[in-house]
C-alpha cells in the first residue's frame, strides 16, 4: 500500500467520525476536535472552529491520526496570528457553508472555490490557492479530451462541488452520480460503475497515484480560486483573516507550504 493508499484508506476510516487531533506540522495551537460550536468564541484567545472535509489531500486529510495538508497549517497560522486556538471540525463538504452560516462553525476551509451562488450565502476571504477541475478516467478510454464528455457519459462528482455543479450544468442531471467525497467517486470508476470523474486537480493527482489504471486527462474542465469562507455576519472576522493572509502572503508562509505539498517542477 503506497502513501496516498494509506491516506485515502484512513481517511474513509475515520470520515464518519467526526474529529481529530491536527498534526504537528499543522502548526501551534490546534486542538482536538469536540462538539463545542463556534458561538461565543469570538473574543481573542478563544477558539477558532474550522469546517472542513478531511477527504482532500494535498489540502486537508487525516495521516496518523492527524489533520495534515494546506489548508491545515495554512489555518494553523492564520489561528497563531489571530491568538485564537485552532479546532478543526471534519464534516461532509456540502454541510460546510450551512454551518458557517448558522455560526456552528468560524470558517469553512476546504479547497472550496469561490462561486457567484455561494457569495449569496457567505463572505469569501481573499483568495490563497487555485484550482483546477480535471477530468480523471481510465487507462485506455475513450474520453481524451472534455470535448469528448457528453449526456451520455456516466460522470462521478463529489456532492456540492463545483465539479458537480458545472457537470450538472453543462450535461444534465441525469449524466452525473454525486457521490458523498471524491474517494467514493474513484471507487466507483475503479468498479466501472462510472466513465470518469471531475474533480480538483491535486486531489485528482492523489487519487490516480494511489489507484492503478487511472489516468488524468491533459485538457482542464475549469480554472477557480480557493478562499475561505466565513458568515456575513461576522465581518471584523473577514477583516482579521484577511489582513492575516496578507501578512502570510508577503512573507512567503504562504507559498512555502504550498511549496511544502505540491512541489513546483524543475
Ligand atoms: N473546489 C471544489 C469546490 O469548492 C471542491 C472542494 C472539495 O471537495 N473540498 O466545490
Not at 470508476?189 to 480538483?200: N, P, R, S
Request: glycine content about 12%; proline content about 2%; charged content about 25%.
Amino acid at each position: 500500500m503506497n502513501r496516498f493508499k494509506r491516506i485515502l484508506a484512513f481517511g474513509l476510516a475515520v470520515a464518519l467520525t467526526g474529529t481529530l487531533a491536527v498534526g504537528c506540522s499543522g502548526g501551534s495551537g490546534a486542538s482536538s476536535g469536540s462538539n463545542d460550536t463556534a458561538q461565543d468564541s469570538g473574543a481573542a484567545g478563544g477558539k477558532l472552529v474550522m469546517a472542513t472535509n478531511a477527504t482532500f489531500p494535498p489540502y486537508e486529510y487525516v495521516e496518523g491520526g492527524e489533520y495534515e495538508g494546506i489548508d491545515v497549517e495554512i489555518a494553523g497560522k492564520l489561528a497563531e496570528k489571530l491568538g485564537r486556538e485552532l479546532e478543526i471540525q471534519d464534516v461532509e463538504f456540502d454541510s460546510i457553508i450551512g454551518g458557517v452560516q448558522s455560526g456552528k462553525y468560524d470558517m469553512g476551509m476546504a479547497g472550496m472555490t469561490v462561486t457567484e451562488e455561494r457569495k449569496q450565502s457567505v463572505n469569501f476571504s481573499d483568495t490563497y490557492a487555485t484550482g483546477i477541475q480535471s477530468i480523471i478516467v481510465p487507462e485506455g478510454s475513450a474520453i481524451a479530451t472534455v470535448d469528448d464528455l457528453s449526456s451520455d457519459t456516466r460522470i462521478g462528482v463529489q456532492q456540492g462541488t463545483t465539479g458537480d455543479i458545472y457537470a450538472t450544468d453543462d450535461y444534465g442531471e441525469d449524466a452525473v452520480t454525486a457521490y458523498k467525497n471524491g474517494a467514493d467517486a474513484v471507487q466507483a470508476l475503479v468498479t466501472g460503475k462510472i466513465d470518469c470523474v471531475i474533480i480538483d486537480n491535486e486531489p485528482a493527482k492523489s487519487f490516480a497515484a494511489a489507484n492503478d489504471g487511472l489516468v488524468i486527462l491533459d485538457t482542464s474542465y475549469a480554472e477557480e480560486d480557493y478562499a475561505i469562507c466565513i458568515s456575513k455576519d461576522n465581518e471584523e472576522l473577514l477583516t482579521q483573516i484577511n489582513d492575516a493572509l496578507s501578512e502570510l502572503k508577503s512573507d512567503g508562509t504562504i507559498d512555502s507550504i504550498i511549496e511544502k505539498y505540491i512541489p513546483s517542477e524543475g
